[in-house]
T-cell receptor
């Protein structure tokens, strides 16, 4: 079974649309993350949730809204998509905060292309 | 923000050679982790080193940590073509990553 699964894997959409990426982890972890990897492979943290509570919220446009209905799910909703949103989005999870040295488990990524 | 910055950006070696990549950071840490990313895949944890450790081994991997220089290095010995991937470091402060080192091992 996949530990961290995210859907869809590929998404091509037009500018101005609203889209969501779903993420689920079956590891029993209480911390989940969203990362964005741009074309230069720079991996940037966007959000971190611990027990459904927002812990990290980097400087991300408010068009991006994470939603955590329960500890096992962290979905990413993006409004009014722009060309610059094209990237690979990774969901991840860990048992406890990463500051304690906990390993982060990553999903396989969602390739978003905005045209 | 506290993130790991990997160096070099890219490294190309022959199979059997050793590969060394470095990571620098700016503030005090409790631990530092190295991850690997195969092309088109998510990151996979390789090894963690704590601030009170200077060196750690795992198979063909050797990680060192110099807290006085705020740097870490990852050494892959006797590299294989299958080691071709990007390698990232991240400190415990929010687990922020850089752009990674892209390692290519030629058969």
């Amino acid at each position: 079974d996949t530990a961290v699964s995210q859907t869809p894997k590929y998404l091509v959409t037009q500018m101005g649309n609203d889209k969501s990426i779903k993420c689920e982890q079956n590891l029993g972890h209480d911390t989940m993350y969203w990362y964005k990897q741009d074309s230069k492979k720079f991996l940037k943290i966007m959000f971190s949730y611990n027990n459904k509570e927002l812990i990290i919220n980097e400087t991300v446009p408010n068009r991006f809204s994470p939603k955590s209905p329960d500890k096992a799910h962290l979905n990413l909703h993006i409004n009014s998509l722009e060309l610059g949103d094209s990237a690979v989005y990774f969901c991840a999870s860990s048992q406890g905060m990463s500051s304690s040295g906990n390993t982060i488990y990553f999903g396989e990524g969602s390739w978003l292309t905005v045209v | 923000s506290q993130q790991g910055e990997e160096d070099p950006q890219a490294l190309s070696i022959q199979e059997g050679e050793n590969a060394t990549m470095n990571c620098s950071y700016k503030t005090s840490i409790n631990n530092l982790q190295w991850y690997r990313q195969n092309s088109g895949r998510g990151l996979v944890h390789l090894i963690l080193i704590r601030s009170n450790e200077r060196e750690k081994h795992s198979g063909r991997l050797r990680v060192t940590l110099d807290t006085s220089k705020k740097s870490s290095s990852l050494l892959i010995t006797a590299s294989r073509a299958a080691d071709t991937a990007s390698y990232f470091c991240a400190t415990d402060s929010g687990m922020r990553f850089g752009a990674g080192t892209r390692l290519t091992v030629k058969p």
